[in-house]
């Protein structure tokens, strides 16, 4: 089955730096890679997500990258501000007919002021 | 327009007991996952439904858990005897359809501990 791999595990950067954060995935036949963030105590909230037949996708500060030869894929988020501390989780999902997600392990985001 | 509402937030169960967790899907939403989140892991699926049928349950533990989503009310996420291995956060989602081109809502979560 599928596999989601993300590191780092932990980031820490100071506000207006950028934050880049990585997945892998094992199965060739995933084509749609959602981004959720989560904050403490909250369920996980969609904020970017990405299909096999695109290589970029950009939201604001936001953008996602997906190299599917290489099978790995980014969260690229740009003049970071303390409201983006939380939990990012990548997730990669077949076209099993629905939306069947395999998340990876979560990066803990800090933003300092 | 509610969002996905779960209940109860926090449940405690003495090993043994029986969990029943609640899961109200956003309105006109037909489709529920269900998945689970181990103490500093990401989610793990379990189940997806649509009304009274179960589609793919193939992330469920075969004994113990099982789940439904009746014509009327919320869907159910049981398990039974419950153990502490089973302490963690329950996480529904619902979907107006299965399509991925649709996005799927998670609710706040249910966290179960067992003690």
């Known amino acids: 089955g599928e596999n989601v791999e993300q590191h780092p595990s932990t980031l820490s950067v100071q506000e207006g730096d950028s934050a880049v954060i990585k997945c892998t995935y094992s199965?060739?036949?995933?084509?749609?890679f959602p981004w959720y963030k989560q904050e403490l105590g909250k369920g996980p909230q969609l904020i970017i997500d990405?299909?096999?037949?695109?290589g970029e996708k950009k939201d604001q500060r936001i953008a996602v990258t997906l190299n599917k030869t290489a099978k790995h894929f980014s969260l690229h988020i740009t003049e970071t501000q303390p409201e983006d501390s939380a939990v990012y989780f990548c997730?990669?999902?077949?076209?099993?007919?629905?939306?069947?997600?395999?998340f990876g392990t979560g990066t803990r985001l800090l933003v300092s002021p | 327009n509610a969002g996905v509402m779960q209940n109860p937030r926090h449940l405690v169960r003495r090993r043994g007991q029986e969990a029943r967790l609640r899961c109200s899907p956003m309105?006109?939403?037909?489709?529920v996952y269900w998945y689970r989140q181990l103490p500093e892991e990401g989610l793990k699926f379990m189940v997806y439904?649509?009304?009274?049928?179960?589609?793919?349950e193939s992330g469920m533990p075969k004994e113990r858990f099982s789940a439904e989503f009746p014509k009327e009310g919320p869907s159910i996420l049981r398990i039974q005897q419950v153990v502490r291995g089973d302490s963690a956060a329950y996480f529904c989602?619902?979907?107006?359809?299965?399509?991925?081109?649709?996005?799927?809502?998670f609710g706040q979560g249910t966290r179960l501990t067992v003690v």
């Open positions: 989602a619902s979907s107006p359809s299965k399509s991925m081109n649709t996005e799927a809502f």
């Open positions: 199965d060739s036949a995933s084509n749609y």
């Open positions: 990405i299909r096999s037949n695109v």
């Open positions: 997730a990669a999902s077949m076209n099993t007919g629905f939306q069947k997600l395999v």
């Open positions: 309105k006109g939403h037909s489709h």
């Open positions: 439904l649509q009304k009274e049928n179960i589609i793919d």
